[in-house]
C-alpha cells in the first residue's frame, strides 16, 4: 500500500509568482486536506477536499485555492506569493472527512 | 485557536517511559482526542486516538481521564527515534484538526 506521496519537494519561487503543488492520496482514501507550516509552529488548516468537493476552508485568501480529481489526487495553487508564504505545505488523505489524516512528507516552499 | 494545552518541552532517558500530559478542559461529549508526533520537518506521523476508553497500539497508549478533561500519551520504551514534536488535538468527528504548538519531546541517550 502506497501512502501519501507530495510533489515537489522543495520549490523556490519569487514574490508575484504562483506555485502548484501535488499530493497523491493513499490507496482507498477519498479525502484530501492542505495545511501550511511555518517555521516553528503547528500546521495550519488551509482547505479540505472530499470526493471532489471543498469540503471546508481555514482562515485563508481566496489566493489559495484548491482541486481535487476524480482519483482524489489533489494540488494546491497559490496565486501572487508573498514572502510569508515560504512555509512546509503538507497533505493528508483519509477515507473519509471524518476519518483518521495520514500526512505526506510535505514540500518546502521557498519565497524570495 | 487550539483546545488544548500541552508542556513546551520535555526530556526522557532512554529505554524508560515517556508520558506526555495534554489539557482539554473544555472537550465536549463528541471530541475525539489525537495525538501525532512530527520528527524534524517531516509530515505528521499518527500516533494514536480515542473517546472514552483507554487505547493502546503498537506505538503508544492513550490514557484518558473519566471526566474526559486531560489525557496521557505513554511511549512505554522510549528511544532516540522517538525524538520529536508531539501533538496533542481534540476534533470532533468531521471537523478540521486545529494543532497546537505541541510538546518537544527529547529523548535522551
Known amino acids: 500500500e502506497t501512502g501519501v506521496t507530495q510533489s515537489p519537494t522543495h520549490l523556490i519561487k519569487t514574490r508575484g509568482q504562483q506555485v502548484t503543488l501535488r499530493c497523491s492520496s493513499q490507496?482507498?482514501?477519498?479525502?484530501v486536506s492542505w495545511y501550511q507550516q511555518a517555521l516553528g509552529q503547528g500546521p495550519q488548516f488551509i482547505f479540505q477536499?472530499?470526493?471532489?468537493?471543498?469540503?471546508g476552508r481555514g482562515n485563508f485568501p481566496p489566493r489559495f485555492s484548491g482541486l481535487q480529481f476524480p482519483n482524489y489526487s489533489s494540488e494546491l495553487n497559490v496565486n501572487a506569493l508573498e514572502l510569508d508564504d515560504s512555509a512546509l505545505y503538507l497533505c493528508?488523505?483519509?477515507?473519509?472527512?471524518?476519518?483518521?489524516?495520514?500526512f505526506g512528507p510535505g514540500t518546502r516552499l521557498l519565497v524570495l | 485557536d487550539a483546545k488544548t494545552t500541552q508542556p513546551t518541552s520535555m526530556d526522557c532517558a532512554e529505554g524508560r517511559a515517556a508520558n506526555l500530559p495534554c489539557n482539554h478542559s473544555?472537550?465536549?461529549?463528541?471530541?475525539?482526542v489525537y495525538w501525532y508526533r512530527q520528527i524534524h520537518s517531516q509530515g505528521p506521523q499518527y500516533i494514536i486516538h480515542?473517546?472514552?476508553n483507554n487505547e493502546t497500539n503498537e506505538m503508544a497508549s492513550l490514557i484518558i481521564t473519566e471526566d474526559r478533561k486531560s489525557s496521557t500519551l505513554i511511549l512505554p520504551h522510549a528511544t532516540l527515534r522517538d525524538t520529536a514534536v508531539y501533538y496533542c488535538?481534540?476534533?470532533?468527528?468531521?471537523?478540521?484538526?486545529?494543532f497546537g504548538p505541541g510538546t518537544r519531546l527529547s529523548v535522551l541517550p
Open positions: 477536499y472530499y470526493r471532489e468537493e471543498e469540503n
Open positions: 488535538i481534540v476534533v470532533d468527528y468531521g471537523q478540521n484538526f486545529v
Open positions: 493528508a488523505s483519509s477515507a473519509g472527512y471524518q476519518e483518521t489524516q495520514y
Open positions: 480515542g473517546l472514552k
Open positions: 490507496s482507498g482514501h477519498n479525502t
Open positions: 473544555t472537550i465536549s461529549g463528541n471530541e475525539y
